[in-house]
Every structure is written in C-alpha cells, then in structure tokens.
T-cell receptor, first 115, second 111 residues
Framework: GAGVSQSPSNKVTEKGKDVELRCDPI?????LYWYRQSLGQGLEFLIY????????KSGLPSDRFSAERTGGSVSTLTIQRTQQEDSAVYLC?????????????FGPGTRLTVT | AQSVSQHNHHVILSEAASLELGCNYS??????LFWYVQYPGQHLQLLLK??????LVKGIKGFEAEFIKSKFSFNLRKPSVQWSDTAEYFC?????????FGKGNQVVVIP
C-alpha cells in the first residue's frame, strides 16, 4: 500500500519568508509525527498528533514553528520568518497509535534550504 | 526524557566482515527499542524492534540486536556484511509518545 508521502521534496526559500511543509500519512494511522534531521543535531522530535490534537508541542524549537492536522489525516508544518538555522530535512512519520509498540513509518522528507 | 548514545559514528569495513554497532539508552519507563536504517537517497526504514520477551531480536537482511537490560544496551549485529549494507544506522528508544534517536552510525562497506 501507499506509504507516508511528503511535499515538496525540496524547498529553497529566502531568509524571512514563510514555508509550509505537507505530510500525508498512511491511511488509517491516527498518530502523526514530525522530526527534523540536520547535520549538527541529528534526528530531533518536533511534535506529534493523536487524531487532530497535538498534546505536546514542547519539541518545537521556537514560536515560529507551528503545525496542524485536519480530518485526522494531512498535516502541515509551518515555519514563519525562516532563518538559516532552519535548514534541515523535515521528516514526517505515522503509526496506528501513539502508545506502546506501534512502529513509526517514515516519509522521504522535505529538504529545506534557507538562503 | 529519554536519550540514546551511539558510538563510532563512522565505520568502514570490507565485505564479509562482521559488524557490531553499539547503542546505549536512558529511559525510566517501559522500554521500546528500535534500529532504523537509511540507505543512500532513501528514507528511514525499520530494521528491527524490541518490546518484550526474547532479548535477542532478529530483523530484516540478516541483522539482529540484543537487549541487555543491565547494561541499558541494544547493540546491532550482522555476521557478514555486504556492499549493499552501506547506510546510516540509527538506534531509537520510544517514550513519551515519541522516538529519541542516537546520532547514527555511518557504515561504509568496501567491496
């Protein structure tokens, strides 16, 4: 079946501009996660959704970052007033549930470059 | 909060050599452990996972990992690597509804 998809695959933006990154999870997966992969920091957790609710936003690096999920499906990660340190690969993952032993399936990522 | 340490970030070895990648975790709750692999140009894929039961876990492509609770370790092994095992390998622990990853091991297998 279809895996997790993300768009765009690459995004180049100028410093100060806003960007939106999209994630389509596997159908039927109620849990959705955003991570960031960068050279200096490795893989960092950003936020997760259970359904449309995001119980824990503590992983978001600043208030320029926000995310939403609608219809228990598609999620959008928005970065406002982008900075060069935001350059990274943004990964989305989904799983059947958040709890216990449900594994996470990852998408291909969006490579964001802020110039 | 949970955390993971991986050592020897860069590993270079010849085909047919044995591979062992170390992983140490820190987490006070129920342990769910994973190894993910990222092949060049591809997305993260699950290699294997441990939730409970037999501490020796077998995964795809001949990989296995051993959970040693007393050492807080979950080391990955493969007896004989192939060129196609060239990839980055990440150990992760699940807790608080998220995965915490180690920094990864970049493994290069020379034909």
């Amino acid at each position: 079946g279809a895996g997790v998809s993300q768009s765009p695959s690459n995004k180049v933006t100028e410093k100060g501009k806003d960007v939106e990154l999209r994630c389509d999870p596997i159908s039927g997966h109620t849990a959705l996660y955003w991570y960031r992969q960068s050279l200096g920091q490795g893989l960092e957790f950003l936020i997760y959704f259970q359904g449309n609710s995001a119980p824990d936003k503590s992983g978001l690096p600043s208030d320029r970052f926000s995310a939403e999920r609608t219809g228990g499906s598609v999620s959008t990660l928005t970065i406002q007033r982008t900075q060069q340190e935001d350059s990274a690969v943004y990964l989305c993952a989904s799983s059947l549930r958040t709890s216990g032993r449900y594994e996470q399936y990852f998408g291909p990522g969006t490579r964001l470059t802020v110039t | 909060a949970q955390s993971v340490s991986q050592h020897n970030h860069h590993v270079i070895l010849s085909e047919a050599a044995s591979l062992e990648l170390g992983c140490n975790y820190s987490y006070g709750g129920t342990v769910n452990l994973f190894w993910y692999v990222q092949y060049p140009g591809q997305h993260l894929q699950l290699l294997l996972k441990y939730f409970s039961g037999d501490p020796l876990v077998k995964g795809i492509k001949g990989f296995e990992a051993e959970f040693i609770k007393s050492k807080f370790s979950f080391n990955l092994r493969k007896p004989s690597v192939q060129w196609s095992d060239t990839a980055e390998y990440f150990c992760a622990v699940k807790g608080n509804n998220r995965l915490a990853f180690g920094k990864g091991n970049q493994v290069v297998v020379i034909p």
